[in-house]
């Protein structure tokens, strides 16, 4: 595939990366793709309709394309994204092409990358499951000249995190985005590693999706994530986004089942857990679990 693209393209093969997804164990077509691959090069074009048409391209089960762009100083930053089921642990069956006008060096680009990736799409859970296709490629064209690794690797990290909030709103079947925050934890790692559990717990997904306040859930999916914390210190919040309520406060039950079934109306529920053990935090995402999700990868290949 390398070798048909970068001869359409008239580049060398080994500049050509290969992103795949559809039904495990099928064998592509490959002389579609070639036919393809030269079709498509003869319309290449810039603007704001070339790029609609790719990212609808790359849709498989997503109803709705997925565009991210942040402008910094001197740089801007853009991407695309598919991605809408079998996404965990690390991005799943999605796909991401990210292009800036920095002038970067390879090191500390892939460097940026990578932990752009770890904070953001790999901390989306849609259903726990996961497929044998994933890519995130961001190219660096240098027009813009050079810039501050840093302030690069922040602005990627937000351009990646606006298209993981999208692929986890638009799960199979979703009706809810659901964001969990662990904070108060010893490591990052730690926070992360409890945030996935609860946003991949079919019983807080299908509570989210019933609207139904029981909290009781979050609290136990993050004491079997694996990370030791005081039950008698946690604190734990629901949000709609705009008004936070608590559930818990340093162990003491203070819920308003009320107030927390009324957080849960709308299209995004949020879940904040504070460890109360050190001053690190993390945020994953992913959505409500329903019978359109079943419906859709019941009959995924008929």
Not at 6 to 28: E, N, W
Not at 121 to 127: E, F, I, L, S, W
Not at 256 to 275: E, P, Q, R
Request: proline letters at 3%.
């Amino acid at each position: 595939m390398t070798e048909y693209a970068g001869s359409a393209l008239g580049l060398d093969a080994k500049s050509v990366g290969v992103a795949s997804t559809g039904v495990i164990g099928r064998y592509l077509d490959l002389p579609l793709i070639r036919r393809q691959c030269a079709d498509v090069a003869l319309k290449l074009t810039t603007s704001p309709a070339a790029e609609d048409a790719t990212v609808r391209a790359i849709m498989t089960t997503d109803t709705k394309p997925k565009h991210a762009l942040v402008r910094r100083e001197g740089f801007t930053i853009g991407a695309i994204a598919k991605g809408s089921g079998m996404i965990a642990p690390n991005m799943g069956t999605m796909l991401s092409f990210i292009y800036t006008d920095a002038e970067i060096g390879a090191a500390p680009l892939k460097d940026a990358l990578k932990l752009a990736a770890s904070r953001t799409y790999n901390r989306v859970v849609v259903d726990g499951d996961t497929s044998t296709n994933d890519i995130a490629l961001c190219t660096a064209t240098g027009e813009a000249g050079k810039v501050n690794a840093k302030e690069f690797g922040t602005a990627l990290e937000e351009c990646c995190r606006i298209l993981a909030r999208q692929i986890a709103a638009d799960g199979e079947g979703a009706t809810k985005l659901l964001e969990v925050t662990v904070k108060g934890a010893k490591k990052e790692a730690d926070a992360a590693k409890i945030a996935k559990v609860v946003i991949e717990s079919p019983l807080v997904k299908t509570a989210v999706y019933g609207e139904d306040p029981n909290w009781g859930r979050v609290v136990a999916a993050a004491g079997r994530a694996g990370v030791k914390f005081d039950i008698n210190a946690v604190s734990l919040w629901i949000s709609d986004g705009k008004n936070q309520f608590p559930l818990v406060k340093s162990g003491e039950i203070i819920a308003d089942l009320t107030k927390a079934k009324a957080a849960m109306h709308g299209s995004t529920v949020t879940f904040v857990l504070d460890l109360a053990a050190g001053k690190e935090e993390a945020t994953a995402w992913g959505c409500d679990l329903t019978e359109k999700y079943v419906d859709i990868n019941g009959r995924y290949t008929t």
